[in-house]
């Protein structure tokens, strides 16, 4: 007899993706050009002066355990950061640095979820979102948006699903999946809502330096200031400066959470590391030139990867307001066969593209939206003509 894993994992997903890239990977060894529309990472590299941050850090001795909530130096930068870019002063005890943004929503779900708690999670929606609520035994409630809101949860289906069970309701703006992103107003009904009632409101803000045509983030500590007292900010460096590899993310919440956060991760994976530390505050309080030039490589490319995803037959995609994600509706492509194999959901249809195409994508089941795919446009422009291209060709041997 096996020895007996944790009953947790009954209730936890393994990540969509990781059966695609091993598929993927396959390809590649075999010498085919796999377009990667999967990605959840700038393809650019990490500017220049933050890496050599890095390596002054490093021979200056930053080589050391910092405190567990991170570097003075980082969570001032975090704090001088948000106030400039994002138009409110948060103080360095709010402040814990994390190793990525996704350890930084896990400290939070440590801390604040437990059995018999719901958590509201608007779809579609990023996929660790319920599945860490899970983890903890809690209950995701996830509240449905719809396309020609801009996937923008409405204030009355916020209130539907409120109860007195509801620990925190969960937001990403601008959003993974669908680059959706909320309005100042929109924001300002949602948090009218939440005033009338007790629970934590956490927005994950990841992609707020990446929005477009002149569409402005918001954030909900200056749209809602008296939610201050009960609002978490997730933030990190990984999408706007290409750091995914370094790994840095944090929480911006009110100090006896932040104090819990600090107990939980001094007890898991104790301080971010001290160097990549070094690197995020060269990057908060550095030049943004180079941020700007990706962002407006970004807005290019958006505006391509849409318009072709446009021009496929069966495909319908929304211009979406930030992130680097198009969200497309493939439904009509759905129920078709190819040959005597069906395609009956979105994963069969992201699979049979990966295999006639060579072309990566995420199905919207995983987000909680079916018959959907998700295409980065964080790729070369001549891999989105030629990738959407040789869907196109795919999709019309459907039948
Ligand atoms: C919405 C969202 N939040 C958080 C994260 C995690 O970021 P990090 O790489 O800093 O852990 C991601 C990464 O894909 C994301 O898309």
């Known amino acids: 007899m096996p020895l007996h894993l944790s009953r947790r994992l009954d209730a936890v997903a393994p990540s969509a993706t990781l059966a695609m890239n091993t598929r993927a990977l396959k390809l590649r060894e075999q010498g085919h050009k796999v377009y990667a529309f999967a990605v959840g990472e700038p393809d650019y590299p990490t500017p220049a002066f933050i890496t050599e941050a890095a390596y002054e850090a490093a021979k200056r001795g930053a080589t050391k355990y910092t405190p567990v909530s991170g570097t003075p130096a980082m969570r001032k930068a975090v704090c001088e950061a948000t106030a400039r870019y994002r138009g409110w002063a948060p103080t360095p005890e709010m402040v814990t640095v994390s190793v990525g943004a996704k350890a930084a929503l896990f400290h939070l779900a440590m801390a604040l979820y437990e059995p018999g708690d719901e ?8 996929v660790s979102y319920p599945e860490q609520v899970r983890m903890m035994g809690a209950t995701p409630v996830i509240a449905e948006t719809r396309e020609e809101d801009g996937w923008q949860l409405r204030p009355e289906t916020l209130e539907a699903v409120l109860t007195p069970q509801t620990k925190a309701v969960l937001m990403c703006t601008p959003s993974n999946p669908t680059g959706g992103a909320y309005t100042e107003e929109r924001l300002k009904e949602l948090a009218e809502v ?79 590391a001290a160097i990549c530390q070094a690197a995020a505050v060269a990057a908060l309080l550095g030049s943004r030139d180079e941020l700007e030039a990706m962002r407006q490589a970004f807005a290019r490319r958006r ?21 680097f994600y198009a969200f497309a509706d493939f439904r009509q492509n759905i129920g078709k066969r190819a040959g005597d194999q069906a395609i009956e959901n979105d994963d069969q249809l992201a699979m049979y593209l ?39 060709e795919a999709l019309k041997r459907l039948t």
Not at 200 to 227: C, K, N
Not at 303 to 323: D, F, I, K, Q, S
Request: charged content about 20%; overall charge negative.
């Open 303 to 323: 505006r391509r990867m849409v318009e072709g995803l446009n021009r496929l037959p069966g495909v319908r995609c929304r211009m979406p307001e930030g992130a």
């Open 354 to 392: 990966l295999d006639h195409a060579h072309a990566v994508t995420v199905g919207g089941g995983a987000f909680g939206a079916p018959g959907y795919l998700r295409l980065s446009y964080a790729v070369s422009d001549d891999d989105i003509d030629q990738g959407l291209a040789a869907i196109g």
């Open 194 to 272: 939440l005033g009338r009632h007790d629970c934590w409101v956490i927005v994950d803000e990841i992609y707020g330096d990446l929005t477009y045509d002149g569409f402005q983030h918001r954030s909900m500590a200056v749209v809602a200031p008296d939610l201050r007292d009960r609002l978490v900010v997730v933030d990190g460096v990984s999408k706007s400066f290409a750091m995914t590899g370094w790994r840095i993310g944090w929480t911006v919440a009110p100090p006896r959470l932040a104090r819990a956060l600090d107990t939980i991760q001094g007890q898991s994976t104790s301080n971010a």
């Open 119 to 126: 958590v509201v999670i608007p779809a579609p929606y990023w």
